[in-house]
Structure formats: C-alpha cells, structure tokens
C-alpha cells in the first residue's frame, strides 16, 4: 500500500501568473474607468504579443497594501507604474516596451 508514498513527477499546477512574462494588476473599485483601463490593458498586451496575465483587485485593503490613493491604478509585477488616471493602449505599449524589454 503506497498511501504515504513519494510520489515522482508529480508537480503542482502553475498559476497563470507563474506561466506569464508578466502581470499587470488593475486596481480600482470596478467602475468604468477601471474596466476601460482594464480593456487597454489587454489591448495593448493583445497588440505587442505580450504573454501577461491581467488581474482586476477591487479589495481596497489590497490596493492600499500598494500605497495608492486614487484609482483606477495600474501595477506592473508589483510596481505601482500610474495612479489616478484611464492609460490609453498606446500609454501602456510604450510602458511594455520601457519595462519589459
């Protein structure tokens, strides 16, 4: 009986965000401008043929643990790159193209 075997070869599931180049996380409480944000984000991932997982927190505790005061905000691997403002998807190209090249 090998109930308390070792199993080999046996990894555990990777997340998406383990699997991507990258991970953008929009923070905001879900209205508009935060969805649109959120839109130009993938559009913008979707146009540079970027592998990146795009998350949406709307936990505010969450998105204070950041330091950000005013949304919607835009996260790149843990670093805050704009706050308070919709990026448009070129201004997130050009934020590919600086912090992930």
Known sequence: MSLF???????????????????FKVLGSGCKK????????????EETALNAAVEHVTDFSQ????????TPALVLNDEVISA?????????????QEKLS
Request: net charge neutral; hydrophobic share 40%; proline share 2%.
């Open 34 to 45: 935060c969805q649109t944000l959120e839109t130009n984000v993938r559009q913008a991932c």
């Open 84 to 96: 308070g403002k919709v990026l448009s998807a070129e201004d997130v190209k050009v934020i590919i």
């Open 63 to 70: 998105i204070a643990n950041y330091g950000v005061m005013s």
């Open 5 to 23: 075997a070792k199993k080999e070869n046996q990894h555990p599931n990777k997340t998406a965000a383990e699997n991507d180049a990258a991970v």
